[in-house]
């Protein structure tokens, strides 16, 4: 079944503006990624956050987590066109063996 | 350039037909998985691999079939398709031991009719 659930599922920003999006999971986990997928492409690793960690930054994109709410949220500021694309939370448990559970995504779309 | 390959991009197959997805990556990682995304569905594990020999099920396993006999390869076998395995299918891989991000392929677009 679906780990987490992104929200919201669609989001339509001008460029320059920010982007946030949340992410909600359901089981004790090791880390959560961000990846981004561009129209009829693969995904792109982003970012990723571990469960003692609460808050991390890459370039314009900002992720923090809330493993007490079971909780995240990616934030790109100063969104360019070039950021529309598809965004996926991922969460990789904590039992071991590596594998991925990815919620339904967020749509961006930024406007120039 | 370093990465993970997949082999074809798109397919189209009749009912009941068989194919292989094959998928390589050339940075010596130990994990290898297959998933398939469908339209308001995110991405679902199929099958995933620890290391040459080694092979699990995932969330949605009927239906396919993997085998990994060198790190370097791990091919995804349809051994009856019906139209419910039309998806996008993606191979990933990762090093050993967790906490590190994917690397994925560019997909497989399967259409069976």
């Known amino acids: 079944s679906q780990q987490g659930e992104e929200d919201p599922q669609a989001l339509s920003i001008q460029e320059g503006e920010n982007a946030t999006m949340n992410c909600s999971y359901k089981?004790?986990?090791?880390?959560l990624q961000w990846y981004r997928q561009n129209s009829g492409r693969g995904l792109v690793h982003l970012i990723l956050?571990?469960?003692?960690?609460r808050e991390k930054h890459s370039g314009r994109l900002r992720v923090t987590l809330d493993t007490s709410k079971k909780s995240s949220s990616l934030l790109i500021t100063a969104s360019r066109a070039a950021d529309t694309a598809s965004y996926f939370c991922?969460?990789?448990?904590?039992?071991?063996?590596?594998?991925?559970?990815f919620g339904k995504g967020t749509m961006l779309l930024v406007s120039p | 350039n370093a990465g993970v390959t997949q082999t074809p991009k798109f397919q189209v197959l009749k009912t009941g037909q068989s194919m292989t997805l094959q998928c390589a990556q050339d940075?010596?990682?130990?994990?290898m998985s297959w998933y398939r995304q469908d339209p308001g569905m995110g991405l679902r594990l199929i099958h995933y691999?620890?290391?040459?020999?080694?092979?699990d099920q995932g969330e949605v396993p009927n239906g396919y079939n993997v085998s990994r006999s060198t790190t370097e390869d791990f091919p995804l076998r349809l051994l009856s398709a019906a139209p419910s395995q039309t998806s996008v299918y993606f191979c990933?891989?990762?090093?050993?031991?967790?906490?590190?991000?994917?690397?994925f392929g560019s997909g497989t677009r399967l259409t069976v009719v």
């Open positions: 940075m010596n990682h130990e994990y």
């Open positions: 691999s620890v290391g040459a020999g080694i092979t």
């Open positions: 991922a969460t990789e448990g904590d039992s071991g063996y590596s594998t991925l559970t």
């Open positions: 089981t004790s986990i090791n880390n």
């Open positions: 990933a891989s990762t090093q050993q031991g967790g906490g590190y991000g994917y690397t």
């Open positions: 956050i571990r469960s003692n960690e």
